[in-house]
């Protein structure tokens, strides 16, 4: 008898474990994303209200992201992972690109240059023929659909040092800091996105998910600036496998790491340039 | 047959029982039952966006859809090389518009005696009208790109009669050197105007061009200086990363389009256009351009046995059309285009030499000779102008104003002056002018005042297909072109206006 309630409580936990997750992706009502439709945002100049976003929403971004924001637009089922990545499910309030730690929400400014940046290797535009205002709106909107914005405040933007002169020395000191916290894992020994895990990579809903290749000449999503780059492994793309390296990595190697990364892409850069003095080897993956 | 999703609107088609009624209910119905616009077919299949998100109504560019354009069909994700499609994707969208439309135009009729059956005593202007169910011609549009950065638009259309002729045919690179402002295209295509014509939802005879893309001066022998028209040629776009700022020139045979180097061969023109878009906030973005159009065209044609020979053209003589352009957007519903012109063709085209060359429109030479029947004007040596000839000169004017109730529903009106400051005929022509009566132009001819204000709600839009329909309805009135005058001989107005109700479908 023991044994066969001991059972029951082992099956119920098992599926109170896996059902956990779900209760945070549960569907909104419309009466309670309606009831944030005061929020606002501050950016560019300008406080961005849900109302005045309407339209804007309806007319460019609800065929993908849905009526209620969550990523259910009808286009929706025809982007196929990891080759079109599925839209943003805004309910749920994870960003990828923040300039705020992991786990924090991103501030107005992350969401306004999402918008005006837009997704390489996605179905999402570049909108920045937009009038800042209208972006400003859309931040808002973007922002009702959660409740998390009401609940939480952003985090505070990490702070990235000055950008240092790049050298021999720190491209070879990236190349350690690049197989000491193990990148190569995902994003290969070449930078190719054909590490040992990058086939079984999934996002947190489950899609799979392609690291990003250095080598393709694309654009990483979260800007192709140098200081993008520092800040996409400092802060993490939440939701994604790619994690924070915040606690691994002192800003001094963060920059060596980005001016290693310079190396694998198209892109021209000094650090190429000086790469082709140094005759690097690809980081061992069985260090 | 489309099943309307909308309750109330199938039940006002049923009942409706006149074209006005079912029109008001329309309008009703459209307001009340709007639903949430869906994707355009060609594009859209590709990107997964909503046609909302590239077109005001479609065919007719938003910003967003205007830079798509000037990106070469591109969203710039890199992934619109068709390597990252599906392979079964082709980019091809069809379109056609059966209407029923009643036109109605002024015309010279025979009047009878009323006491001896079938005799013919005179002429006098009647205006005549007819109505009935017509057909466009049918579109195959196809575009998209070859590569990255390297792009195609390839448009046969047909008359409703199916003769087809390519509209558009034109190659591009896009984004040389990695620059939006180095992209080069070959072809044949639409020049770069901000307020598109080939783009403009209106389907009338008048209202469905832009008579300022259009005019010329009555009798006027220039057969090239039409913006509206796509031309063969060589183009030059630039723009900065935004589209903000757009900046063209192109290279143009002098010969209207026409393939085969038939007409005004040996003769080129140049249009030009810079605009540029200021953000207003809360207005929206505020677009101001400028064009300029110059360049030669033959007048005189070789001949043989006295009849033109095609493709033979020289005597170059010059023209030009300049203006402005304006696109004001006064928040996200309504928004005011225009264009101004001013135009000037030389004396020798004012008095018709131009296109010696008069074809069939199949390739085939109506003059024939001799005697010399069907043949126009043609510059040949020894030949001189009328005394009192002059290069005639006019300004025109387009405002076309656009109320965008949702991405489904739409209200346009047209408004279009064209007006002549100076005729080919000038003070001491003594010959006969284009009204028939002798001596210079009247300051007038060829003026035009063109109207046309239309609806068009599309109930459904999906990727896959989309239909519109269209209410609309054209006043046109042109000094001097219309029938002859039985009192006086000469040439009265022009003063015609059609009302059309169309479906456009587009799959």
Not at chain 1, 83 to 106: A, D, E, I, Y
Not at chain 2, 91 to 116: E, L, Q
Not at chain 2, 407 to 413: C, E, M, N, S, V
Request: charged share 15%.
């Amino acid at each position: 008898m023991r044994t066969r309630l001991h059972k029951w409580f082992l099956l119920l936990g098992a599926a109170a474990f896996f059902a956990l997750p779900l209760t945070s992706r549960a569907q909104l009502t419309t009466e309670d994303i309606a009831s944030r439709d005061n929020m606002e945002s501050h950016v560019a100049g300008y406080t961005g209200h849900v109302q005045d976003a309407a339209y804007d929403y309806r007319r460019y971004c609800v065929g993908c992201h849905g009526d209620m924001g969550d990523a259910n637009g009808e286009v929706a089922q025809w982007l196929l992972p990891p080759m079109w990545p599925k839209p943003r499910n805004f309910q749920l309030g994870v960003f990828k690109c923040r300039s705020t730690p992991t786990g924090t929400l991103p501030t107005d400014d992350d969401l306004f240059n999402a918008i005006t940046r837009g997704f390489d290797r996605s179905a999402m535009p570049i909108w920045n023929q937009f009038t800042k205002y209208q972006r400003a709106n859309l931040v808002a909107y973007v922002k009702h659909f959660s409740p998390r914005f009401v609940t939480e405040k952003p985090g505070t933007p990490i702070s990235i040092p000055p950008e240092p002169e790049v050298t021999p020395e720190r491209i070879k000191a990236g190349r350690e800091v690049f197989a000491r916290v193990q990148c190569w894992k995902c994003h290969g020994v070449q930078g190719m996105a054909n590490g040992p895990s990058a086939s079984t990579l999934q996002d947190d809903l489950g899609f799979p998910i392609a690291a990003f290749n250095f080598t393709d000449g694309t654009r990483p999503k979260c800007g192709d600036t140098d200081e993008d780059i520092y800040r996409i492994f400092m802060t993490g793309l939440d939701g994604t496998p790619m994690p924070s390296f915040a606690d691994n990595i002192k800003p001094d190697e963060a920059w060596d790491l980005v001016f290693y990364l310079r190396t694998f892409m198209q892109q021209p850069s000094k650090a190429k340039e000086i790469a082709k003095t140094l005759n690097l080897k690809p980081v061992s993956a069985n260090p | 047959m489309h099943d309307f999703s909308c309750p109330r609107l199938r039940k006002a088609f049923h009942s409706a029982t006149s074209l006005t009624a079912a029109n008001l209910v329309l309008m009703f119905v459209a307001l009340t039952c709007s639903q949430p616009a869906n994707a355009i077919p060609a594009f859209a299949r590709k990107y997964g966006l909503r046609c909302s998100a590239c077109h005001e109504t479609w065919p007719i560019l938003n910003n967003f859809g205007l830079k798509f354009r000037d990106n070469g069909y591109q969203i710039m994700n890199d992934r619109d090389a068709p390597i990252w499609q599906n392979p079964s994707y082709w980019p091809i969208t069809f379109r056609i518009t059966p209407v029923w439309h009643r036109v109605s135009a002024s015309n010279d009729v025979d009047t009878y005696s009323t006491t001896a059956p079938g005799v013919i005593t005179g002429t006098a202007i009647q205006q005549i009208s007819s109505s009935g169910v017509d057909l466009s011609g049918l579109d195959f549009h196809t575009g998209g790109t070859l590569e990255k950065n390297i792009s195609f638009f390839v448009l046969p259309s047909s008359d409703p009669t199916a003769a087809f002729h390519f509209e558009t045919v034109m190659a591009r690179f896009d984004n040389l050197f990695g620059s939006p402002w180095l992209n080069i295209k070959l072809g044949r295509f639409e020049l770069n105007n901000l307020l598109s014509e080939k783009r403009m939802v209106g389907l009338t005879d008048e209202g469905g061009i832009y008579q300022t893309y259009h005019f010329i001066p009555v009798a006027d022998g220039n057969i090239f200086g039409q913006m509206g028209d796509n031309q063969l040629g060589i183009e030059y776009v630039g723009h900065s990363y935004d589209d903000r700022t757009r900046i063209s020139a192109a290279l143009l045979d002098s010969n209207d389009g026409n393939v085969n180097l038939t007409l005004g061969a040996n003769s080129y023109s140049g249009f030009f256009t810079f605009d540029q878009a200021i953000d207003t906030g809360k207005w929206d973005v505020q677009r101001l351009g400028a064009y300029a159009f110059a360049g030669e065209a033959a007048t005189y044609y070789r001949t043989l046995g006295g009849v033109p020979i095609a493709g033979s053209g020289i005597g170059n003589k010059s023209f030009y059309r300049i203006g402005f352009t304006g696109q004001f957007y006064f928040g996200p519903h309504f928004d005011l285009n225009v264009v101004t012109q001013h135009g000037q063709d030389n004396a020798w085209f004012g008095q018709g030499y131009g296109n010696a060359v008069n074809t069939d429109g199949n390739g085939g030479t109506l003059c024939s000779g001799p005697p010399l029947t069907n043949c126009l004007a043609n510059n040949t040596p020894g030949t001189t102008l009328p005394i009192g000839s002059q290069a005639p000169v006019w300004n025109g004017v387009t405002f076309e104003a656009r109320y965008v109730y949702s991405p489904q529903l739409i209200f346009i009106a047209d408004y279009e002056l064209e007006k002549m400051s100076q005729q080919a005929d000038g003070p001491g022509f003594t010959g006969l002018n284009p009204t028939g009566a002798p001596g210079p132009s009247p300051s007038n001819l060829g003026n035009i005042n063109n109207y046309n204000a239309l609806i068009r709600y599309n109930p459904f839009m999906t990727s896959r297909a989309g239909l519109a329909i269209q209410l609309e309805y054209t006043l046109f009135h042109q000094n001097g072109t219309g029938p002859v005058s039985p009192i006086t001989g000469f040439s009265t107005s022009t003063n015609s206006n059609e009302l059309l109700f169309a479906l456009d479908i587009d799959y």
